[in-house]
């Protein structure tokens, strides 16, 4: 319990330095992201909206620093993260939830297939070590993980998609409305599918090579000597005594690549024009909107530490020496 | 092979395959009884380790029984199938290994390890009675039944020793092999836990094969006693008679290199190293480092000789005129 409490009282303290930055990084730049509003709206909008903007970004020149921090929080809390330039008058909290699904759904599917594919690759690897899946699979996969990603999803677009049609050619739906209603989702996989299989087959390695490679030292461990002594059935000695030791290594990498699935996979998402957050933050950038690249940072810093959260008290679920620390 | 044998190894050979083969144990062979403590000593390296591995049906990949065989209660236990082997584990024979820190699953408690070697060998076993039968276990150990629940880090180092052995006895096997138990242990505990599998032996009639590098220990608790030297059996005999006159000038060596409490004389130890087990020397493997050395020690491999019929056996020419049962060859 102790554990847990610390553990929050972490999080929140590393929440509060995220947001913080969020509001001292575009303040410390060069220039004024309200100069850029001013200089694209110019003539367009009148005094009173444009006062209205810099309000809403927290950007009022008659307030102190201090005061605009305060009122950055406050709206912050509301939800209120301003207003996208990109796709004005949207709000930047509503093109973020726009996007949101899109990357949980496409990285988030894909980074936990080739985790637990690759996780279990790695211990059968391991397992028969010498045998002929783990002379075939570890240098397969080290080379595809190899592979510069945005090399091979155009080469897997060009040859599945284009060439062969089996796949679409971009796009996360059909037609213009996007639902995730149940009749949707085999339309949703049918997208969904060639970007998945390009980030899976790319990544897939990593988790196999780390995997074996603890499995691989745990093996040697004296617990698995007794398991065998007591003449356990192999499929628990190779799950309950090596694998589950073996994996607890691995989860700080799972929590951190959790994280970073809310970032998109940028290139994969440039890729196949797929509607995520990295295609949202790319084209924050490609439009200097301030208001909606503070808005994804934030996002990707908060999914970040909520991830790396979840997995602390899964953590505590799988080694029991965390418990009593 | 009399009824009174429960395990019978003759002319063991075991080698690991390297780049550079190593042959670990060198036929060696001796025999266990029912009910009896049997000590098995000797220094760091000498094979006890794998002579152990081997008796178990546990050794690494890389390593093979190459000569002799093992008679393990009335079967031919290195020609039994894995299966069956793995059949008779824990109910035949269990295993307390070196360190008691890590032969404990560190993400599974303490009674969930008790319980899935009950289950993995009587499926008929409801969990109740399993679970109920690991508390029965440590309580047999003098340790609190509510630690089934507790882990291996939250257990002292003596106690997860005790719960080793409770689990080496759960299925209530004809033979225990202890390597080592309680090097890693100080005095006090080592003297409680020696104490406490002395009475359960006693009590549960197992036989137990004890190994350890400490002469004083098993001269304590041993029935009889076997000492390693290089890979080779080199001596064999009743504690007795070792403790009154030990045959071969490595055990004594052995024995007197440890401290006694009640007198205050010099410690002798044994001079040198033990040698290279990649190239053991010619002859007879501790002639290098013997007191006693003849010429012929240099180049002549020394035979096993029987000394008397209770069966004490030594490896040394110093007995090479011993020819009859019955008599003391010491010259």
Redesign the interface.
Known sequence: MRYIVRKVMFYGVALWAAVTLNFVLPRMMPGNPAEILLARFKGRVNPAAIHAFLIAFGLNVHQTLFQQYVSYLGQLVRGNMGISITYYPEPVSQVLAQALPWTLLLIGAATIISFILGTLAGIVSAWHRGGWFDSVAPGVFTLTSSFPYFWFALLALYFFAYRAGWFPLGEAYSGTRASFAISNWPDLLYHTALPAFTIVFTSIGGWLLSMRNNMITTMGQDYILMARAKGLPRRRVMYQYAARNAILPNMTGFALSLGFIVSGALLTEIVFSYPGLGYTLLQAVQNEDYPLMQGTLLLIAVAVLFANFVVDLLYVRLDPRVRNE | MSQQELLTVEGLSVTYYGPPDVEAVHEASFDVRRGEIFGLAGESGCGKTTLIAAL?R?LPDNGAVTAGRIMFAGADWLKLPPSE???????KI??V???AM????????VGEQIV??IL??QPQTSKREAWDRARALLRMVEVDPKHVHS?A??LSGGMRQRAMIA?ALALEPDLVVMDEPTTALDVVVQAQIIHQVRTLQEQLGFSVIFVTHDMSLLLSIADRIAIMYAGEIVEVGSRERLNREAAHPYTRGLIESFPSVFERKSRVGIPGAPPSMVTPPPGCRFHLRCPARLTMCDTVVPEERVLDAAGHRVRCHLYDSVEAIGQNGRN
């Open positions: 178990t546990l082997v793995d059949a008779w584990r824990w109910r269990s295993l290994s070196q360190s890590n032969s404990l699953n560190p993400v599974i408690s899935d070697a993995a060998h882990y880090h939250e689990m």
